[in-house]
């Protein structure tokens, strides 16, 4: 799964440049994983910066709100 697939909201309200940065990144689970293992890395922990979860519907905002709440597992 890429990042723009799993955050498709921002992009849906033109946030298309993310606190300044250029674009999205390009990331996959997948991508993230192999580069873990190759470093060794057990644990790692996501952080919703900038544009956080609030896109203009306050009922979406609390769902994808909770919904990241329960990746931490």
């Known amino acids: 799964m890429s990042w723009a697939t ?7 309200v033109g946030i298309e440049h993310p606190d ?6 390009a990331w996959t689970v ?4 192999d580069l873990m293992e190759r ?7 996501l952080s919703v910066s900038a544009p956080g979860v609030h896109f203009g519907d306050d009922a979406a ?5 909770e919904s990241l709440s329960r ?3």
Do not use: V
């Open 6 to 12: 799993a955050n498709p909201d921002s992009r849906s």
């Open 20 to 25: 300044g940065t250029p674009g999205w990144p």
């Open 30 to 33: 997948e991508q993230h994983l």
């Open 39 to 45: 470093s060794e890395i057990e644990k790692a922990y």
């Open 61 to 65: 905002a609390r769902a994808l709100a």
């Open 71 to 73: 990746l931490r597992g």
